[in-house]
């Protein structure tokens, strides 16, 4: 791929983090390779590499680090004047 589907700005190959969910569960996952717009920064995966995610989450290797994430309830629209 060489341009954005929705922005149309340049697209590169380069290894991102990625928030992957499988269920309830969060795994954030380092060093996939994805192709990556330089304007909007939309995340392109190949299906094998997909694939390979999902296999991860479920098998639930060893992690190399643990982070806290705060969860944050979404109650009501903030209106901006």
Do not use: N, S
């Not at 700005?9 to 928030?19: A, L, M, Y």
């Not at 991860?56 to 009501?76: C, E, G, M, N």
């Amino acid at each position: 791929m060489k341009r954005c589907y929705f922005c149309k700005g340049r697209v590169v190959e380069q290894k991102v983090r990625v928030d992957f969910r499988w269920g309830d569960e969060l795994v954030v996952i380092e060093d996939v390779p994805a192709e990556v717009c330089q304007q909007c920064g939309e995340k392109y995966l190949r299906p094998e590499v997909y694939k390979a995610l999902e296999r991860l989450a479920k098998t639930r290797v060893k992690p190399i680090k643990h982070i806290a994430i705060d969860v944050i309830q979404f109650v009501k629209p903030v209106v901006v004047q």
